[in-house]
T-cell receptor, first 116, second 109 residues
């Protein structure tokens, strides 16, 4: 069975600094997707970034980038030039296609606070 | 804007009452999901639907029922609410990326 582990329950970073959130996962699958979702105080789950496992190149979305290490089963999120609006809960998620649908496993989240 | 719409946003129920949470998506996705979110436990899958007319149990289905009315709509019903069902509920739909609704904060007293 797949598992997703986020070992940092809480983190803080100064505004304009860079922070890295960790995520490790366990799977025997070769084809899958990995995601980072942001959940601000508004409660909305917002997709931040997506990585296909078959792609070696790390995904980037503006200030957000990932370090995907497939052999190590590691998928960290780097936020550059942190902004106050980045304060949120961040969830790492694993997804694979199975039985005609998409099966997701979520980590327990990292609460990030950006300090002014 | 395209996305997932779920209603209501907030609800308070008395123990034993019933209610249905509604969810609709306009992205033509086949797969839809209902999750609950509790503090420190991430998201747990209640039920999912791989396509119109099919539903399957997830990790925590007890106390819930679902209906995939058509491709767009996937509802979650609590037949007899219990305090243990106090939670935030999310509907989501997916092809190769999961898109979530805004969530429903449900309190059972």
């Amino acid at each position: 069975a797949q598992t997703v582990t986020q070992s940092q329950p809480e983190m803080s970073v100064q505004e304009a600094e860079t922070v890295t959130l960790s995520c490790t996962y366990d799977t025997s699958e070769n084809n899958y997707y990995l995601f980072w979702y942001k959940q601000p105080p508004s409660r909305q789950m917002i997709l931040v970034i997506r990585q296909e496992a078959y792609k070696q190149q790390n995904a980037t979305e503006n200030r957000f980038s990932v370090n995907f290490q497939k052999a190590a089963k590691s998928f960290s999120l780097k936020i550059s030039d942190s902004q106050l609006g980045d304060t949120a809960m961040y969830f790492c998620a694993f997804m694979k296609r199975a039985s005609g649908t998409y099966k997701y496993i979520f980590g327990t989240g990292t609460r990030l606070k950006v300090l002014a | 804007n395209a996305g997932v719409t779920q209603t209501p946003k907030f609800q308070v129920l008395k123990t034993g009452q019933s209610m249905t949470l509604q969810c609709a998506q306009d992205m033509n996705h086949n797969s839809m999901y209902w999750y609950r979110q509790d503090p420190g436990m991430g998201l747990r899958l209640i039920y999912y639907s791989a396509s119109e007319g099919t539903t399957d149990k997830g990790e925590v289905p007890n106390g819930y029922n679902v209906s995939r009315l058509n491709k767009r709509e996937f509802s979650l019903r609590l037949e007899s609410a219990a305090p243990s069902q106090t939670s935030v509920y999310f509907c989501a739909s997916s092809e190769e990326r999961g898109i979530f609704g805004q969530g429903t904060r449900l309190t059972v007293v």
